[in-house]
Nanobody, 127 residues
Framework: QVQLVESGGKLVQAGGSLRLSCVASGTSFSRYSMGWFRQAPGKDREFVAAIARSANTNYADSVKGRFTISRDNDKKTVFLQMNGLKPEDTAVYYC?????????????????????WGQGTQVTVSS
C-alpha cells in the first residue's frame, strides 16, 4: 500500500505560478512511475504530466511549455511546476503512482495505468 499526499494548491491570478508537491510513502520511490492528473468541475479527470522511472517525461498538449514535472527520489517527492497559469487550469490536481513499471517503461498517460492516488489539491486561477 502506497500513500500519496499532495500540497501546494491555492488561489492564484492568471499568469502566475505554483509548484505542487506530492510525497509518497514506501521505500522504493525511485522505482515508481508518477503522474499528475486534474479534474475540473463537471469534467472528466484528465492527464496533465507524467515522469517515468527513467525520468523521461510526457505532457498534455494543453500544458506543454508551461508545466514541468520533476522528481526527487531522495525526498520521495514528485513536483509539478506550473507557470503561465490560465483560468482553464482551475481544477483539483491529483498525484498518482504505478509501483510496478520496469526501467524502460515510458511515462504513463492513462489513469487506468495507475494504482494509487492522492486526495487531491485545489488549484484556482482567477482571471
Amino acid at each position: 500500500q502506497v500513500q500519496l499526499v499532495e500540497s501546494g494548491g491555492k488561489l492564484v491570478q492568471a499568469g502566475g505560478s505554483l509548484r505542487l508537491s506530492c510525497v509518497a510513502s514506501g521505500t522504493s520511490f525511485s522505482r515508481y512511475s508518477m503522474g499528475w492528473f486534474r479534474q475540473a468541475p463537471g469534467k472528466d479527470r484528465e492527464f496533465v504530466a507524467a515522469i517515468a522511472r527513467s525520468a523521461n517525461t510526457n505532457y498534455a498538449d494543453s500544458v506543454k511549455g508551461r508545466f514541468t514535472i520533476s522528481r526527487d527520489n531522495d525526498k520521495k517527492t514528485v513536483f509539478l511546476q506550473m507557470n503561465g497559469l490560465k483560468p482553464e487550469d482551475t481544477a483539483v490536481y491529483y498525484c498518482a503512482t504505478n509501483t510496478r513499471t520496469i526501467l524502460s517503461s515510458p511515462p504513463l498517460i492513462r489513469s487506468e495505468e495507475y494504482s494509487y492516488w492522492g486526495q487531491g489539491t485545489q488549484v484556482t486561477v482567477s482571471s
